[in-house]
């Protein structure tokens, strides 16, 4: 699926406009054109090298997996990687969508396979008010939805903090399916921070005044976007160290019970050995046994032993064993 927004001179926007239409005005130069392909098929895809003539390393970096955000600067145009949450996946495990950009002078591509929030946000905003974001320049529209592709990250931190918070609850109830989550929710903690860290290095780049396209007086919005993304890094890593404790606290729990059935099994082994051993003496049947033909002598043995496992609870109890 393509959708296309043409910002022309006298600040009249048009949708959806033909791939002839697009080539004419891409010679032009005049208009701020943004095209965004939405799992696009294989015949969408040849406005990639048809009507942008983007370098065909580029455009196989848009239709394959790429897990790290990169930046590539071909000259006439800048390829980005960036990544986004998955929000459809918030129930199962976290992934994130690719999302590719090339960015000119006169015109934005994005690329994904999937529906993205930030962009279908950005849509929205400059189907509203165009002027707002595609009046001031190409750049600023990267800037856009690379700012709501980072707002998004927010959720999904707010979504881990509430997991967290319930986990450290269920630690202390004997469930289960309480280790699975713990490691899930650190999973999840792992893969956000394998692409937030990247992706704000990769906006600093843009940051730094020295790659074309990026005018001076915008650079100050994409160090906002850098900021917040080093805050959610900040807390990501947070959220590791308490998803870490947690999972510490739980195997020291679960240590500690296993000390106590041990400790109780202990105890009754202790008990039942000298029992044993007096049961297994006269349980070889001699002949000549001095308690053989003792009429009293099985209570007598019998007695022993329960005095004898009395005398060792009492001893363990003052010993404080148990």
């Given at each position: 699926m393509i959708h296309s927004f043409v910002l022309y001179e006298k600040n009249q926007l048009s949708t959806d406009i033909s791939f002839d239409e697009?080539?004419?005005?891409?010679?032009?130069?005049?208009?701020?054109?943004?095209?965004?392909?939405?799992?696009?098929?294989?015949?969408?895809?040849?406005?990639?090298s048809d009507v942008f003539n983007f370098h065909p390393l580029a455009i196989e970096d848009c239709t394959n997996i790429s897990y790290y955000p990169k930046i590539d600067n071909f000259e006439d145009y800048l390829f980005m990687v960036m990544h986004a949450v998955d929000f459809a996946s918030q129930e199962k495990e976290l992934s994130t969508l690719e999302l590719s950009l090339f960015l000119s002078g006169n015109y934005v591509v994005t690329y994904h396979a999937r529906p993205i929030r930030s962009v279908i946000q950005t849509k929205e905003r400059c189907q509203k008010n165009p002027l707002q974001i595609m009046g001031k320049g190409s750049d600023f529209l990267v800037y856009t939805i690379l700012d709501s592709l980072a707002d998004n990250f927010i959720p999904t931190l707010n979504a881990l903090d509430h997991r967290i918070d319930e986990v450290e609850k269920e630690i202390f109830v004997d469930a289960p399916a309480v280790l699975n989550k713990i490691i899930t929710i650190r999973n999840d903690i792992i893969n956000l921070r394998k692409v937030i860290r990247p992706q704000r290095n990769t906006i600093n780049l843009l940051t730094r005044g020295n790659l074309p396209f990026i005018h001076k007086n915008n650079l100050i919005y994409f160090r906002d976007i850098y900021d917040q993304l080093y805050r959610i890094s900040e807390q990501s890593?947070?959220?590791?160290?308490?998803?870490?404790?947690?999972?510490?606290?739980?195997?020291?729990?679960?240590?500690?019970?296993?000390?106590?059935?041990?400790?109780?099994l202990t105890i009754v082994m202790t008990i039942m050995l000298p029992l044993t051993l007096i049961t297994g003496i006269y349980g070889m049947n001699f002949e000549f046994m001095p308690e053989l033909h003792t009429p009293w002598g099985y209570f007598a043995v019998l007695g022993a032993m329960v005095a004898i496992a009395i005398a060792l609870i009492f001893y363990m109890k003052r010993k404080k064993w148990f």
């Amino acid at each position: 699926m393509i959708h296309s927004f043409v910002l022309y001179e006298k600040n009249q926007l048009s949708t959806d406009i033909s791939f002839d239409e697009l080539k004419k005005l891409l010679h032009e130069r005049k208009q701020l054109i943004w095209v965004d392909l939405e799992q696009p098929t294989e015949e969408e895809v040849a406005i990639l090298s048809d009507v942008f003539n983007f370098h065909p390393l580029a455009i196989e970096d848009c239709t394959n997996i790429s897990y790290y955000p990169k930046i590539d600067n071909f000259e006439d145009y800048l390829f980005m990687v960036m990544h986004a949450v998955d929000f459809a996946s918030q129930e199962k495990e976290l992934s994130t969508l690719e999302l590719s950009l090339f960015l000119s002078g006169n015109y934005v591509v994005t690329y994904h396979a999937r529906p993205i929030r930030s962009v279908i946000q950005t849509k929205e905003r400059c189907q509203k008010n165009p002027l707002q974001i595609m009046g001031k320049g190409s750049d600023f529209l990267v800037y856009t939805i690379l700012d709501s592709l980072a707002d998004n990250f927010i959720p999904t931190l707010n979504a881990l903090d509430h997991r967290i918070d319930e986990v450290e609850k269920e630690i202390f109830v004997d469930a289960p399916a309480v280790l699975n989550k713990i490691i899930t929710i650190r999973n999840d903690i792992i893969n956000l921070r394998k692409v937030i860290r990247p992706q704000r290095n990769t906006i600093n780049l843009l940051t730094r005044g020295n790659l074309p396209f990026i005018h001076k007086n915008n650079l100050i919005y994409f160090r906002d976007i850098y900021d917040q993304l080093y805050r959610i890094s900040e807390q990501s890593d947070g959220y590791r160290d308490m998803i870490s404790g947690v999972l510490d606290t739980y195997l020291s729990l679960t240590s500690n019970k296993m000390n106590q059935i041990m400790k109780t099994l202990t105890i009754v082994m202790t008990i039942m050995l000298p029992l044993t051993l007096i049961t297994g003496i006269y349980g070889m049947n001699f002949e000549f046994m001095p308690e053989l033909h003792t009429p009293w002598g099985y209570f007598a043995v019998l007695g022993a032993m329960v005095a004898i496992a009395i005398a060792l609870i009492f001893y363990m109890k003052r010993k404080k064993w148990f």
